[in-house]
Nanobody
Framework: QVQLVESGGGLVQPGGSLRLSCAAS????????MAWFRQAPGKQRELVAT?????????????NYQDSVKGRFTISRDNAKNMVYLQMNSLKPEDTAVYFC?????????????WGQGTQVTVSS
């Protein structure tokens, strides 16, 4: 059974920091591209950051970010622990959303796509 379990959300003041974690089980973690998405009330779910599959020595671990979070957020993964993280600094009220962890893999047989249940991040004074 595949599980993605997010943690680390909460209430933080503008300018503060949070670190989200996502623990994956039931998948060959290193083979999956991992991502963080977010969904604010009344808005569509949007991609925040991605980190590619594989080990750095083979070109894996490359990252991409939504423009609005570049320079403030950092995504990382630990393949040995089946974990992906999102370090969020200089948080703004517009970062308030439910944040979701996603695991995605394309292969010859199709596509595997898994989601966590989400963790709430609220940025407010």
């Amino acid at each position: 059974q595949v599980q993605l379990v997010e943690s680390g959300g909460g209430l933080v003041q503008p300018g503060g920091s949070l670190r989200l974690s996502c623990a994956a089980s039931g998948i060959l973690f290193s083979m999956y591209d991992m991502a963080w998405f977010r969904q604010a009330p009344g808005k569509q779910r949007e991609l925040v950051a991605t980190v590619s599959s594989g080990a750095p020595i083979t070109g894996g671990g490359s990252t991409n970010y939504q423009d609005s979070v570049k320079g403030r957020f950092t995504i990382s993964r630990d393949n040995a622990k089946n974990m992906v993280y999102l370090q969020m600094n200089s948080l703004k009220p517009e970062d308030t959303a439910v944040y979701f962890c996603n695991a995605d893999r394309l292969w010859v047989g199709g596509r595997d796509d898994y989601w966590g249940q989400g963790t709430q991040v609220t940025v407010s004074s």
